[in-house]
């Protein structure tokens, strides 16, 4: 695993986020405050109470971190608690979009790494603790369930494998030699577009057929992938001069099994996904959200 080494002589108050991992190396330059540093400092001048004091120095120190890390960059911040997602090249913010996080009991983990890549029309590789857990069980008292769903069931060298073959019934989650795939296409849970980043959680931005639940105020449902509001929006900031590729293909959920297209990100975007209690509303003012994977 490769860390982030940084140089912290921009202020005395920056400090790198927690994450639960860190895929990057660089060094930050010294920077000026940003107007959310700003915008917090004067809140901590007047604020008195002891809890949300807390929340506002730290957050003076993760956005100090931030400024300096977007300085000359691209940066794509993931904030779990607002569920919300914000773009900036450089300090201008060029993209915002509410974003579907984690349940409490599948939390999204918080994480820096840069976005390489994005597939048009992805399989969805179910992971194991899904498959055997939540899925397995359907399975067993419906053998149509992987039909109804367009899931295909996989050997360990991702060889296709006759389900009607397999005794379900001997199956549990410490025998399972198996991977299921979902069907591109039509109800597929990572939808139209999936972006992939290096991290060891199977983590994924991406698209998704249930759009109605981004009009819900707390939006903590999926297992720890992150649901996108504007994936097309993403995917055109991130393939620059190659967004003709995007352009061209026709997002229907209704198309059955299209191909997968795996493309390069040709811009260079750093990920963060942070925790963070203290956000900003459409004026730019404080909002304080609820800890809820406490």
Same mark, same amino acid.
Request: some cysteine; proline content about 4%; aromatic content about 12%.
């Given at each position: 695993?490769?860390?982030?080494?940084?140089?912290?002589?921009?202020?005395?108050? =920056?400090?790198?986020?927690?994450?639960? @991992?860190?895929?990057?190396?660089?060094?930050?330059?010294?920077?000026?405050?940003?107007?959310?540093?700003?915008?917090?400092?004067?809140?901590?001048?007047?604020?008195?109470?002891?809890?949300?004091?807390?929340?506002?120095?730290?957050?003076?120190?993760?956005?100090?971190?931030?400024?300096?890390?977007?300085?000359?960059?691209?940066?794509?911040?993931?904030?779990?608690?607002?569920?919300?997602?914000?773009?900036?090249?450089?300090?201008?913010?060029?993209?915002?979009?509410?974003?579907?996080?984690?349940?409490?009991? $599948?939390?999204?983990?918080?994480?820096?790494?840069?976005?390489?890549?994005?597939?048009?029309?992805? @399989?969805?590789?179910?992971?194991?603790?899904?498959?055997?857990?939540?899925?397995?069980?359907?399975?067993?008292?419906?053998?149509?369930?992987?039909?109804?769903?367009?899931?295909?069931?996989?050997? =360990?060298?991702?060889?296709?494998?006759?389900?009607?073959?397999?005794?379900?019934?001997?199956?549990?989650? $410490?025998?399972?030699?198996?991977?299921?795939?979902?069907?591109?296409?039509?109800?597929?849970?990572?939808? =139209?577009?999936?972006?992939?980043?290096?991290?060891?959680?199977?983590?994924?931005?991406?698209?998704?057929?249930?759009?109605?639940?981004?009009?819900?105020?707390?939006?903590?449902?999926?297992?720890?992938?992150?649901?996108?509001?504007?994936?097309?929006?993403?995917?055109?900031?991130?393939?620059?001069?190659?967004?003709?590729?995007?352009?061209?293909?026709?997002?229907?959920?209704?198309?059955?099994?299209?191909?997968?297209?795996?493309?390069? =990100?040709?811009?260079? @975007?750093?990920?963060?996904?942070?925790?963070?209690?203290?956000?900003?509303?459409?004026?730019?003012?404080?909002? @304080?959200?609820?800890?809820?994977?406490?």
């Amino acid at each position: 695993m490769r860390y982030l080494f940084l140089l912290l002589s921009f202020t005395s108050f =920056a400090q790198e986020p927690d994450f639960h @991992y860190k895929g990057l190396s660089m060094k930050l330059d010294s920077v000026e405050a940003g107007w959310e540093v700003r915008k917090v400092q004067a809140q901590l001048a007047v604020e008195k109470d002891p809890i949300k004091r807390a929340v506002l120095q730290k957050s003076a120190s993760n956005y100090a971190w931030l400024d300096a890390l977007r300085k000359g960059r691209k940066v794509i911040l993931v904030n779990i608690p607002s569920a919300r997602m914000r773009v900036f090249s450089g300090a201008e913010e060029v993209l915002k979009m509410k974003v579907i996080v984690g349940k409490k009991e $599948n939390q999204t983990r918080t994480l820096l790494s840069k976005v390489d890549q994005l597939t048009i029309n992805p @399989y969805w590789f179910i992971t194991r603790r899904m498959a055997t857990l939540e899925l397995l069980p359907k399975i067993q008292k419906n053998h149509q369930f992987l039909e109804d769903n367009q899931i295909r069931v996989l050997d =360990a060298k991702y060889r296709l494998v006759d389900a009607h073959s397999i005794d379900w019934s001997s199956l549990h989650k $410490n025998n399972f030699p198996y991977i299921l795939r979902q069907n591109s296409g039509e109800n597929n849970a990572l939808g =139209a577009l999936k972006f992939h980043f290096n991290n060891p959680f199977s983590l994924y931005l991406h698209d998704t057929d249930s759009k109605k639940l981004f009009a819900v105020p707390e939006r903590f449902f999926s297992h720890g992938c992150i649901r996108l509001e504007k994936p097309k929006e993403l995917a055109l900031l991130l393939l620059g001069e190659n967004r003709i590729a995007l352009d061209t293909v026709k997002f229907n959920h209704h198309i059955k099994n299209p191909k997968p297209l795996a493309l390069k =990100a040709k811009e260079e @975007y750093i990920l963060v996904i942070w925790y963070s209690l203290l956000d900003f509303d459409e004026k730019g003012e404080v909002v @304080y959200f609820k800890d809820v994977y406490k």
